[in-house]
């Protein structure tokens, strides 16, 4: 069996399980945010139910309006506070302490090595970098799992995909995915796993790992999974609150699709509008002059993407007339990137530094975009309308990418910035 | 079960973004939703369409978020069903859990143009166009999704399994 199917079938209590089979699983935990689980409360209270089925696994992450940026995002912030007082959950994180819901929940350890989770936000997908089943669902299923700490599944087929060879310089975890879905296109995965591995992959850090499994939705994946090894291992010791499982695909498994690909020849990637999947290599891009410039998500809000920010934008300055907007996905980022002088490096080159939020990347607040206006951001999707007016474009790429594009008011590759 | 109405036709990869902009996420009424329905892949949807109406998209139709607001806006706008070539995965599963009747049909794309009358029976998956005279076939529901719609849904299924329903 494939690592997917097999801690599927754990939590089915079944020895085996195949693809297209529709299993029930004991889910460890369920995940909702400012924007789904107001109605996901709804459903629980239409149906008369009264207490969550754990209240250590019921986690809810005021993030994506929050700090609340209108009356409406209030009310709604409003009603997780209140349900999350009522239930006595473990795992609701007020502002202050509140980060980007998928930089939060491995860096504290809730989710571990061997789970399986379901979040009602599309990139619950991250956490198969830890070597879970992870992913996204809709309120109703979150609703669903509150109440009864399971969920259904139709058992996915697997991709397989291996990465050789050599990472070239200024190649990152955000390159890799999106040349990857630029190969298979926003469908390529549909309804699939997508399975990471291989001798680069092996020596990715855990930063890297998370950015690749948080995009396996932009390819329709079902999930993005990475087998643990001695990485995750370091990662997961002394955060994980439960004990972690680590499982392996056998040598036997069987996947639907293998696809190799030569890491040696990739350039940094960027996702022109208005899919992910629209990638070119930064060589290709020509003249791209850019209003904005967004640091941060869930896909690259983590400690090592701000470190490769920093490293572009160190005595640099943003051009002129252009924003630079950074994010630290959680509070224990913001902090870090305090001490290791990362914050300064920011606020010298003149960038505007917000406490942790979604903000921006879903187009809610803290740098919007006006009609006709572009960003190059660190995000995940680059769909119509996605950061403000629906004639504003967004581009996707790694930070040093983005940083390399706000000092040179245009899509522009690191080389061109740092000697 | 039959839906009757004129069509709408979307192409392929509308996200959820465009089925309703984030936006208008800091609320999850109905009502509201409703307003915005489809807005960024086409402004004037709202206004043109009437109740009963159904939209036909291209492949991976609701890829995206996995805000439950598409549906829900998709619903309260009146859209009495959405065919489409294929749909993303969560889309898939949130318009079951909640009740808004899609179908998979590869060919109907190409068989029915914007304005056709159509009919679809959700009980055998047959898709008529009444203004050419041609007709398709819907994927079959999964049995177990059967199930879920024929308690009303995910939740009534629960609820009924808990004997609170
Ligand atoms: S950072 Fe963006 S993609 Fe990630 S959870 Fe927030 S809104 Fe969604």
């Known amino acids: 069996m494939t690592i997917t199917e097999k801690i599927l079938a754990a939590h089915a209590g079944l020895d085996r399980v195949e693809p297209g089979q529709i299993v029930s699983v004991k889910v460890d935990v369920a995940l909702g945010n400012d924007i789904t689980a107001p109605i996901a409360i709804r459903e629980f209270r239409r149906i008369g139910a009264e207490r969550v089925f754990d209240r250590s696994r019921v986690v809810l992450v005021p993030d994506h309006f929050a700090p609340n940026k209108d009356i409406a995002s209030a009310e709604q912030c409003k009603v997780l506070r209140e349900f999350a007082r009522e239930q006595d959950l473990d795992h609701y994180f007020e502002t202050g302490e509140m980060g980007v819901e998928h930089a939060l929940l491995p860096e504290q350890g809730i989710v571990v090595p061997g789970d399986v989770v379901i979040g009602a936000d599309s990139h619950t997908c991250t956490y198969g970098a830890l070597g879970a089943f992870s992913t996204g669902v809709g309120s109703t299923d979150l609703a669903a799992a509150m109440v009864t700490g399971e969920a259904w599944f139709k058992v996915p087929e697997s991709i397989k995909f291996v990465y050789r060879g050599e990472l070239p310089p200024w190649v990152e975890g955000k390159d890799l995915i999106l040349y990857t879905i630029g190969l298979i296109g926003v469908d390529g995965a549909l309804y699939r796993a997508m399975e990471f591995t291989g001798p680069v992959i092996e020596r990715l850090g855990m930063d890297d790992r998370l950015t690749m499994a948080n995009m396996a939705i932009e390819a329709g994946g079902k999930n993005g999974i990475i087998a643990p090894d001695a990485t995750t291992r370091a990662y997961v010791e002394g955060r994980a609150k439960r004990p972690p499982v680590y499982y392996r695909s056998d040598p036997d498994a069987r996947y639907a699709e293998v696809i190799e690909i030569d890491v040696g020849r990739i350039r940094p990637q960027v996702a022109f509008p208005h899919l992910p999947s629209n990638t070119r290599a930064i060589d290709d891009v020509g003249e791209v002059p850019i209003d904005q410039v967004v640091i941060g998500s869930c896909t690259n809000g983590r400690i090592e993407d701000l470190r490769r920010a920093a490293r572009v934008l160190r005595e640099q300055r943003v051009a002129k007339y252009v924003r630079c907007i950074v994010i630290p996905a959680t509070q224990e980022i913001y902090r870090q990137a305090m001490r290791e002088g990362l914050l300064e490096v920011f606020l010298d080159a003149g960038c505007a530094v917000s406490t942790p939020t979604c903000g921006p990347c879903l187009g809610g607040h803290m740098g919007i975009l006006a009609k006709g206006e572009r960003a190059v951001a660190t995000t995940n999707r680059n769909f119509v309308g996605r950061m403000g007016h629906p004639e504003s474009e967004v581009y996707l790429a790694s930070p040093s990418v983005a940083a390399a594009s706000a000092v040179k008011g245009r899509i522009a590759s690191p080389e061109e910035v740092v000697a | ?165």
């Not at chain 2, 984030?22 to 086409?42: G, I, Q, V």
Request: charged fraction near 30%; include cysteine; glycine fraction near 10%.
């Open chain 2, 1 to 165: 079960m039959k839906f009757r109405g004129r069509v709408w036709k979307f192409g392929p990869d509308i996200d959820t973004d465009r089925i309703i902009p984030a936006r208008y996420l800091n609320t999850s009424d109905p009502a509201e939703l409703a307003k915005h329905c489809m807005e960024d892949a086409d402004p004037e949807f709202v206004a043109k369409m009437r109740p009963g109406d159904i939209i036909l998209a291209d492949k991976n139709f609701g890829c995206g978020s996995s805000r439950e607001h598409a549906p829900i806006a998709i619903k309260a706008a009146g859209v009495s069903c959405v065919i489409a070539r294929s749909f993303a995965r969560i889309f898939y599963r949130n318009a079951f859990n909640m009740g808004l009747p899609i179908f998979e049909c590869p060919e109907a794309f190409d068989g029915i143009e914007e304005g056709d009358e159509v009919e679809v029976d959700a009980g055998t998956g047959r898709i008529r166009n009444l203004t050419r005279g041609t007709e398709f076939r819907a994927a079959p529901i999964p049995p177990f999704m059967q199930e879920l719609i024929a308690d009303g849904g995910l939740m009534a299924h629960i609820a009924k399994r808990a004997g609170k329903g």
